[in-house]
């Protein structure tokens, strides 16, 4: 089954784990509204999601683990506003993503592990959240040409 209009599941809290797991065919994506929790794995190896707007997603709190790792079509993401945790190797491996945003993003306190953006080559540009607490070592590991080149803001 192609499913890629979730808004009109408005009852729809969770994607669970590995629900769309290699998923070729995601793309794009319009989210339910009430969505709480992308459960891990669960838009794991899409590789032809390119947006992630998670924009109107305002009871979305935490992006968990591996949620979008290595859809490597994945840029831009657009943040739930009231996110407050990225987990470990949520975006890693998404090779098309070139800045990850954070400066409007109040709540967000924590990236957790150490490979939440790891090896997206591609990022070049990092605005960090206005009031974080806790930033894991490595969470930003391999990128773009090993780090020399990303700017962070």
Known sequence: MYLHNMSKLGALETIGYCAFWE????????????LKTIGVHAIYLCTSLKE???????VLETTVNYAFWECSALAPVKWSPNLKTIRGDAFERCTSLKEADMSKLHALKTIQNYYAFC????LFIVKWAPNPQEYWTGCFSRVHTAGYHCTYH
């Open 23 to 34: 998923c070729s065919a995601l793309a794009p994506v319009k989210w339910s509204p009430n």
């Open 52 to 58: 992630a707007d998670m924009s109107k997603l305002h």
């Open 119 to 122: 090896e997206c080559i591609a």
